[in-house]
């Protein structure tokens, strides 16, 4: 009744008081200052002592509070080194874990793991992680990587591996037995390889050939791939060339063929053409192959194999390999490959003696092409006499599109000054010659006697009077021949210079005494002199050459043709009185006009000289 329930909180304070406040082991409180003064045998007797009167005290009346003795008498026997009678002690509180934890601290393995398996099976993962922490500490890898492999914790042995720096370790371990992280580890190896410069590369090196001799062709080739040595290009070929063989006789086509798009450019970047259009051709990549052989300008190679393999690529090889010509300018080499192009780089570098040269042995048509061109490019530059020699020696083809050409050439060479003399006969020879060619041609072709047709047939009537009258000039007992050519010429001031003419028509007049006439001429040539001079032919008096076929209706020049004094018409006197040239000559008898015509040598008259 209540005197025991008096008893049992009597007990419980009793207990509480021997167990709770625990110093070195002592289950309650003690008077410290004396029980220091005991020698240590003595004070552990007492400590015992105490702890075996709680055990009495707790079976007597609170079992329930067995275990909690039994721990703290086993902590107070781990404490004094006693690991044997604390493993009991913590077995009865049915605390096992912390006899493994004791043995564990004590790097006690087999007292551990023996009393896991006994008692606690979940702490024997606690042992085998505790005992490969202390074996790669120790070095023993090993012994410690079977430990973590019993535990089922490899994730640790690859953390152990990197620490140490054993990246190879680290990736054979994920590899076997944690693939989903292989990527991972591998990037972080590589990173790392990255910071350690060549010391890193050989570390991938080795990582690669691992891979090669445990059969992971495909992570081999990714490891050769990712070698990065810029300052080594020997290096970094074998690694390229390690990986594409690899992939081409390990791995499948399309990741092979995935490997040499990356392992190709990069050979071509180091100058090896040849090796990476050999290892296209090896995976029956033709294109490829082809662009790195016309990389390092093997162009017959690459001919070679577009016509064997893939004859669809030989128009795509040729057209590469004229531009090639054309930027290198090869021109001689371009002429086999493609005429049209090497006559065209000639005309831009203006090697114009090549460039017939070779459209010669082409067709008339290519030729007169070049010869147009040419010939365009010397009336540029002035050398109309050039382009008229041109024409005389390659012949004068009736191309309508060359018209403009002969009429430029015609145009010139009546304009120019220094052509009325016995020197001029080649040039106006050559000028008839070219004409008289051209007219033979229009004969031939559709545009014959079109009013083209007819034009450079007056052209050439015109041509042959200067050519002849160049040739009379040489003789002196031609002298009437030469002045009546130059007459003659007047009937043509619509296409030849009016006041040229006149002035020659007149001078010529008068060197053969023919002063009547020579007055008329001359006088037209002042006048129309004038006319240059205002701009206007509305003044000038035709009456003079009625009746006559020297046309009024002419083009009024540009310019004067002709720079001539007053002197040369004029006396002295009368250029010093200051008189027009128009009445220098009024001395002499001015016929009238019924008579004009008389004072005109035979070619002016109504009728053509045969």
């Not at 000639?346 to 082409?362: F, G, M």
């Not at 009625?546 to 006197?573: F, G, M, R, W």
Request: with cysteine.
């Amino acid at each position: 009744g209540p005197s025991a329930t008096c008893q049992q909180g009597s007990l419980h304070g009793l207990f509480g008081a021997l167990i709770q406040p625990r110093v070195c082991g002592a289950p309650f409180p003690i008077c410290w200052s004396q029980v220091m003064l005991f020698p240590s045998c003595h004070f552990l007797y007492f400590i015992c002592s105490m702890f075996d009167f709680a055990f009495e005290l707790a079976r007597l009346s609170l079992k329930q509070k067995l275990p909690e003795i039994h721990f703290k008498y086993g902590s107070f026997l781990e404490d004094e080194g006693k690991f044997e009678e604390a493993e009991v002690e913590f077995v009865k509180a049915g605390k096992p874990k912390e006899a493994v934890l004791m043995y564990a601290h004590a790097q006690n393995w087999a007292a551990a793991q023996r009393v896991a398996e006994a008692h606690d099976p979940d702490s024997v993962l606690i042992v085998l992680v505790g005992q490969a922490d202390a074996a790669f500490k120790q070095k023993e890898f090993s012994k410690a990587e079977a430990l973590l492999l019993r535990a089922q914790r490899l994730d640790l042995a690859v953390k152990h591996y990197k620490e140490a720096g054993m990246w190879a370790d680290a990736l054979r371990v994920c590899k076997e037995y944690l693939p989903g992280d292989l990527e991972a580890l591998q990037e972080a190896y590589e990173r790392e390889a990255a910071k350690k410069g060549p010391r890193g590369i050989e570390g991938i090196l080795e990582q690669a050939r691992e891979w090669e001799q445990a059969g992971e062709y495909s992570r081999a080739v990714d490891c050769y791939l990712k070698v990065r040595d810029p300052g080594n290009n020997t290096r970094m070929e074998k690694c390229w060339m390690k990986a594409a063989e690899l992939s081409i006789k390990f791995l499948g086509q399309p990741r092979s063929i995935e490997v040499m798009r990356t392992v190709g450019p990069q050979l071509v970047s180091i100058g090896k053409f040849n090796v990476a259009a050999e290892l296209y051709l090896n995976l029956d990549m033709i294109k490829e192959a082809i662009d790195a052989f016309m990389e390092g300008e093997e162009w017959n190679k690459a001919k070679r194999v577009a016509k064997e393999l893939d004859p669809r690529y030989e128009e795509y090889v040729d057209q590469h390999y004229k531009e090639y010509l054309k930027d290198q300018g090869k021109v001689d080499s371009l002429v086999g490959v493609d005429v049209m192009a090497a006559l065209d780089m000639y005309v831009e570098r203006e090697q114009w003696e090549k460039c017939l040269e070779t459209a010669a042995k082409q067709n008339y048509k290519v030729l007169h092409k070049y010869v147009a061109l040419y010939a365009t490019h010397l009336i540029q530059e002035g050398s109309w006499d050039k382009a008229v020699a041109l024409y005389v020696q390659h012949g004068t083809p009736a191309n309508s599109q060359n018209f403009n050409i002969y009429k430029r050439l015609f145009v010139e060479m009546v304009n120019v000054a220094g052509m009325n003399n016995a020197e001029a006969y080649s040039s106006w020879a050559d000028l008839r010659d070219l004409l008289f060619n051209l007219c033979e041609n229009l004969v031939k072709s559709s545009d014959a006697n079109t009013p083209a047709h007819e034009e450079f047939e007056t052209m050439l009537l015109v041509s042959h009077y200067y050519a002849t009258r160049a040739a009379a000039q040489s003789i002196k007992q031609l002298d009437t021949v030469a002045a009546k050519l130059s007459i003659s010429l007047l009937r043509h001031t619509d296409i030849i210079p009016a006041d040229k003419a006149f002035y020659e028509a007149g001078t010529a007049a008068k060197e053969v005494g023919w002063e009547n006439m020579a007055f008329i001429f001359l006088n037209r040539f002042l006048d129309l002199t004038d006319a240059i001079e205002e701009g206007s032919l509305y003044a000038l008096d035709h009456s003079d050459f009625q009746y006559t076929d020297i046309p009024y209706e002419v083009p009024l020049p540009a310019k004067q043709h002709v720079a001539v004094s007053p002197a040369v018409i004029c006396s002295p006197n009368q250029v010093r009185g200051g008189m027009r040239g128009k009445f220098c000559l009024s001395r002499m008898r001015l016929p009238g006009a019924r008579e004009r015509g008389s004072f005109l040598p035979v070619p002016l008259a109504h009728r053509h000289p045969k």
